[in-house]
């Protein structure tokens, strides 16, 4: 059971609070996905594209508040800035429920995403302040067990609260997921870090290791790859919702094809954490970029052939590849990326973790912006963006990755 200063709250419980922790930034995009027509109604929008703004706003909040979390948990504990950041998302929530415009509720929507940044990073620290070894891999793989199910869920859980209520309800939902989270750890959770290990606060220490980070080519083309994998998928979580209201017509089974492609890419994850241990991540990476790119382009193609509509069913598979191929990579990344960063490993992650999101929104919005009767931008985005992926990923190819080895097998 971990204790800290003579606190101690049940593993159990423990497992559960991270991974609701770890959940809060996919359900406020997923839970809102079937909702987003309807909001933009009610401010008396026409154009759809723009309800895609909704998420990229959220993200862009998101990615640029990660660099300050890191550091500041480090002078200041843990605790604080966790409950910080669920008081701002939960104030959010509420200004996005009062807002009186659209842009008023898009600035509400990134301060949404500032605020659902600290628990995503928050997450991280705790977790290896309480743990170390396998059994900090195991509390991963369990937190991340859990966050999975959330892509697959929020959307059906979503347009079950719009036959219950218009989507303010969606709001309200938010506030109430928010202030559990905020109160539960606020009562149950120990400070996880101990009183000796906190640092001063120091603006020059913080400068010379972000200047270490960006010096890293490794790291940086890593951060790239991530960015603009996630790009794709972006673009396609942009318009998701129009894809199958609108070009396909399928409104009603939207949260369940939404739910049962993300599957996929929790089952990816799970054989990764199986595979990369034999085989390497920087192989199991290499060739899932390289399958992803010819899936990608096999894709393509069959858009191509039929002039941009392809059978529903057809684009299900596509997608359901397509996530299988992301899923596979993704999550070896972050740890190539940090393989140089071992001595500014807080820093490190937080400065990689808004470059590939900001990278990832920008160019995600850009290419679901192209969107308008057929699925031809979408498709070329995922081609683009995969080609880019795996040429940077084939000039790496042959980097030692032997630090990777000595990860438990269930990573």
């Given at each position: 059971m971990p204790t800290i200063n003579n606190r101690k709250i049940a593993y159990g419980e423990l497992i559960l609070l991270l991974a609701l922790m770890t959940s809060l930034g996919a359900l406020t995009i997923d839970l809102q996905l079937p909702a987003m027509p309807l909001i933009l109604q009610s401010f008396g929008l026409t154009d759809a594209n723009q309800q895609q703004w909704m998420i990229t706003a959220y993200m862009f909040g998101f990615a640029g508040a990660q660099i300050f979390y890191g550091p500041i948990s480090d002078s200041v504990g843990r605790k604080p800035v966790l409950i910080f950041g669920l008081i701002v998302y939960v104030l959010a929530s509420i200004a996005c429920l009062l807002a009186d415009s659209y842009w008023l509720f898009l600035a509400a929507r990134g301060l949404q995403g500032v605020g659902a940044a600290s628990a995503r990073i928050?997450?991280?620290?705790?977790?290896?302040?309480?743990?170390?070894?396998?059994?900090?891999?195991?509390?991963?793989?369990?937190?991340?067990?859990?966050?999975?199910?959330?892509?697959?869920?929020?959307?059906?859980?979503?347009?079950?609260?719009l036959l219950i209520g218009d989507w303010h309800l969606i709001l309200w939902a938010y506030m109430f997921f928010g202030?559990?989270?905020?109160?539960?750890?606020?009562?149950?959770?120990?400070?996880?870090?101990?009183?000796?290990?906190?640092?001063?606060?120091?603006?020059?220490?913080?400068?010379?290791a972000f200047v270490q980070v960006v010096s890293e080519p490794l790291s940086m083309s890593f951060a790239v790859i991530s960015g603009v994998i996630f790009a794709g998928f972006m673009a396609y979580l942009n318009?998701?919702?129009?894809?199958y209201s609108q070009i396909y017509d399928a409104k009603q089974q939207f949260p369940y094809l939404f739910g049962g492609i993300a599957l996929f890419f929790g089952l990816a994850a799970f054989i990764n954490s199986k595979i990369v241990m034999r085989y390497g991540a920087m192989q199991v990476t290499f060739y899932g970029m390289l399958v992803l790119l010819l899936a990608n382009l096999i894709s393509l193609l069959v858009v191509v052939s039929y002039a941009g509509i392809p059978p529903l069913w057809m684009f299900v598979v596509m997608m359901a590849s397509i996530n299988v191929c992301i899923g596979l990579a993704y999550g070896n990344l972050m740890a190539i990326a940090m393989l140089p960063l071992g001595h500014v490993a807080g820093m490190g992650a937080s400065v990689i973790g808004m470059i590939s999101a900001i990278l990832a929104a920008g160019l995600g919005i850009f290419i679901s912006q192209q969107l308008k009767h057929t699925l031809m931008p979408i498709m070329l985005g995922f081609f683009i963006t995969s080609l880019i992926a795996f040429v940077l990923v084939y000039y790496f190819r042959h980097h030692p990755t032997d630090e990777l080895s000595n990860l438990p097998p269930d990573y």
């Open positions: 928050m997450v991280n620290t705790i977790t290896r302040d309480f743990f170390q070894g396998n059994e900090m891999a195991k509390v991963t793989s369990l937190v991340m067990l859990i966050f999975i199910m959330v892509p697959v869920f929020a959307p059906a859980l979503g347009s079950g609260i202030v559990v989270v905020m109160f539960w750890s606020l009562f149950r959770l120990p400070e996880s870090l101990a009183i000796e290990n906190k640092k001063p606060l120091r603006l020059s220490q913080i400068k010379i318009a998701a919702e129009q894809i």
